[in-house]
């Protein structure tokens, strides 16, 4: 039989990771995270994640700096982070984005992603 569990989740109780997202709907292939309201600032150290990653952004302007490039993502951009690749991101004006993650970022390692 397959799974036909419904999940809700109210971001207003989400539980937040070090770096400040909220941890959204988890499902056992894709996973979603929310970053509101990031402030301008330095970019963070580059890092590598198992999972690939999609994003959108709400509101704001960043700089995605990935293998080499620099991308500006602005309101109404989407971006993919693929699996195994060297990124960052640099936050240039008051910005929130939504980010689904595939496989999904486990709980267990959520304050590290």
Not at 104 to 111: E, F, G, L, M, W
Request: one cysteine or more; charged letters at 25%; hydrophobic letters at 30%.
């Amino acid at each position: 039989m397959s799974d036909t569990s419904v999940k809700k989740v109210d971001s207003a109780y989400s539980p937040k990771g070090q770096l400040g997202q909220k941890y959204l709907a988890s499902g056992k292939s894709v996973s979603m995270r929310l970053w509101e309201d990031e402030q301008p600032g330095d970019a963070k150290e580059s890092s590598v994640r198992e999972y690939e990653t999609v994003g959108y952004v709400i509101k704001g302007c960043a700089e995605l700096h990935i293998e080499g490039q620099v991308v500006r993502l602005e309101t109404g951009n989407s971006w993919v982070v693929p699996k195994g690749a060297s990124h960052t991101y640099k936050i240039l004006e008051p910005f929130t984005a939504v980010e689904a993650t595939s496989p999904p970022s486990q709980i267990h390692d959520r304050d590290k992603n």
